[in-house]
């Protein structure tokens, strides 16, 4: 079955960098669109970016020039590489895999989290100021 495990999470003062990752099995990793997430208590869970299964990007404005989003096929591995990191992106971080396609609209790569059928832990990035 599918399985998505996220790892790399921790705490790191403001400014600084991790690089999160996500091992995917059960499923043809290469094809699918993949995409992180965050949420923080109270509030809803929003997307960071996505990749699909040619490697197109979609990022959010909000992390767009600090995080990039990447993954390896032969590794089954999606990755995160957050930098800058500010207190407000402090949240639960998760992995999030479907078959179809990312949408594209516009030039913009994207899908919303309601279209993703498989989600992992999750992995808890906390910065301080």
């Known amino acids: 079955q599918v399985q998505l495990a996220e790892s790399g999470g921790g705490s790191v003062q403001a400014g600084g960098s991790l690089r999160l990752s996500c091992a995917a099995s059960?499923?043809?990793?290469?094809?699918?669109?993949m995409g992180w997430f965050r949420q923080t208590p109270g509030k809803e869970r929003e997307g960071v970016a996505v990749i699909d299964g040619d490697g197109s990007t979609g990022h959010a404005d909000s992390v767009k020039g600090r995080f990039t989003i990447s993954k390896d096929n032969a590794k089954n591995t999606l990755y995160l590489t957050m930098n800058d990191l500010r207190p407000e992106d402090t949240a639960m971080y998760y992995c999030?895999?479907?078959?179809?396609?990312?949408?594209?609209?516009?030039?913009?790569?994207?899908?919303?989290?309601?279209?993703?059928?498989?989600w992992g832990q999750g992995t808890q990035v906390t910065v301080s100021s």
């Open positions: 059960g499923f043809t990793f290469s094809t699918f669109c």
């Open positions: 999030a895999a479907d078959s179809g396609f990312c949408t594209r609209y516009q030039g913009r790569v994207s899908r919303n989290r309601h279209d993703f059928a498989y």
